[in-house]
């Protein structure tokens, strides 16, 4: 059964009225009616379709009910790859648009996927919860801080379902780590160390600007941004090195791991004292703005994080280009995406480990799941597990390291009540990104 977006948003609405949440859905649509029932087709969208995003598009559509009604891309050509490749492997024929504005006129979407670079999740993401849609918007969730306020704002003022695309939140290993550091298995947790020696944080070969591509609207690739030369080390993929675009591996991959180092004690909000050095000191004859070199210490309440990334590298700690320990004072938990070991601290007195040694490989990539934990509450109305607060305490984290160091300051202190640094009126001034005209910050 197919619900147009405005039964559904009347649905929704009798479903979170049933959960005593305050709805505050533009438009005047008031009178709640009948609840959503899982059979409900949900028709989706995607805004920014290259890599990513199409990823995650094609997770959903695995998913029973889901349909494709629409893509948004500004490259003409990654729409007809794209579109092509959804008929062939999904028989379906979704619209295609190249400005996103348009994409959410369209009265029959219930919800959107956001896989655009970083400095083009805000607007789309707030435009969407204006319009009265779910969104599941990729990490990290916004290029500024103040973006990220903007995008909790919105999914609360506009109650509706956001999933931030940190995926290890729906992995069943990330989960049972969580669970066995929660319940003292390693004992008290005093320090998470993590690494990400990504080769690709050094950026491409240093190549000349060239023309735009002809299949490119490359003033509505950069939005927001400043204007500048059209550069292909700049463009597709390789934008994550440069600052208007993106935050380079302390935000690419920073997001990932640094939100298991706040979930294991569930800190929803930023750290409060951030150490960061951070530098250019190696592949000079790449393209890239972002620091090659870094070094953070997030200092928490009661444990401390640590973040190291040396790019171009592409190894690290325990042979793995990227991981984290957890360490306790019973035993470490080292992790990545493929697995977990457990390593047990020696009891001197006893002659005897602390703990047992385990070890296990049944990890994995965890988008399908996280797609799937969107859809459903899409149709329940419930909480998914990575919510905009969660997002944003991870985006401000990373956010603030790189603040760090680009102002010069390397220790920062963050005031969450008011919402900016302490200690750094040269700080601040990252925290509210400058939008290039026409486009402007949302208001909400
Ligand atoms: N969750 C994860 O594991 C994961 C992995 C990779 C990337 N990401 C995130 O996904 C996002 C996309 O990354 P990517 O590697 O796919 O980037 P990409 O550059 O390969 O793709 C981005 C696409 O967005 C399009 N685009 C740009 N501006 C647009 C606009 N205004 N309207 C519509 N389309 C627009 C581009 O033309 C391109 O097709 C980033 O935020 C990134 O951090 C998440």
């Excluded at 709805?23 to 899982?38: D, N």
């Excluded at 790859?81 to 190249?98: R, S, T």
């Excluded at 047992?356 to 990539?365: H, I, T």
């Excluded at 920062?412 to 939008?435: C, H, M, R, T």
């Amino acid at each position: 059964m197919t619900t147009n977006r405005r039964t559904f948003i009347l649905n929704s609405m009798a479903a979170t009225a049933g959960l005593g949440i305050a709805s505050s859905i533009p438009g005047g649509l008031r009178a709640a009616q009948k609840m959503v029932t899982p059979s409900d087709q949900i028709n989706i969208a995607l805004i920014g379709c290259k890599n990513m995003g199409f990823g995650d598009l094609k997770n959903h559509l695995n998913i029973p009910g889901v349909k494709c009604i629409g893509l948004c891309d500004i490259d003409q050509n990654v729409l007809n790859e794209k579109a092509a490749e959804i008929l062939k492997d999904y028989n379906q024929k979704p619209k295609l648009y190249g400005d996103y504005r348009k994409l959410l006129e369209n009265k029959d979407l219930h919800a959107v996927v956001i896989g655009t670079p970083d400095h083009w999740h805000c607007l789309p993401m707030v435009n969407a919860c204006e319009a009265g849609l779910d969104v599941y918007v990729e990490k990290p969730m916004a290029n500024s801080i103040e973006e990220c306020n903007l995008m909790v704002k919105a999914a609360n003022r506009y109650n509706r379902v956001v999933q931030v695309g940190q995926q290890q939140r729906s992995g069943a290993h990330w989960n049972k780590i969580n669970q066995m550091i929660k319940t003292g298995h390693i004992g008290t947790l005093r320090k998470v160390n993590i690494w990400g020696n990504f080769n690709y944080g050094v950026g491409m070969p240093v190549a000349p600007d060239s023309p735009v591509p002809a299949s490119v609207d490359y003033d509505m690739w950069l939005g927001p941004a400043p204007l500048r030369t059209f550069n292909p080390t700049r463009f597709h993929g390789d934008w994550r090195m440069f600052w208007n675009y993106g935050g380079g591996l302390m935000t690419d991959w920073g997001v990932h791991l640094i939100d298991m180092a706040l979930w294991a004690k569930d800190v929803t909000t930023p750290p409060r004292k951030i150490l960061a050095s951070g530098a250019n000191l190696s592949f000079k004859q790449n393209a890239h703005e972002t620091y090659d070199t870094m070094s953070v210490i997030f200092e928490m309440d009661d444990y401390q994080i640590t973040w190291q990334h040396t790019a171009g590298i592409q190894n690290g700690p325990w042979n793995k280009p990227y991981g984290m320990e957890f360490i306790g004072d019973l035993g470490t938990i080292v992790v990545d995406r493929s697995g977990y070991k457990v390593i047990p601290q020696w009891n001197e007195e006893e002659k005897k480990a602390k703990i047992e040694a385990e070890e296990s490989n049944k990890g994995g990539e965890n988008h399908q799941e996280h797609a799937r934990n969107f859809i459903d509450c899409v149709k329940s109305r419930q909480k998914p597990v990575c919510t905009p607060e969660i997002g944003r305490a991870v985006a401000v984290a990373a956010h603030s390291a790189n603040i760090a160091v680009r102002s010069g300051e390397n220790l920062l202190l963050w005031d969450e009540a008011k919402g900016k640094f302490s200690n750094s009126e040269k700080a601040n001034q990252y925290i509210v990104p400058e939008y290039r005209k026409p486009w402007a910050l949302p208001k909400i």
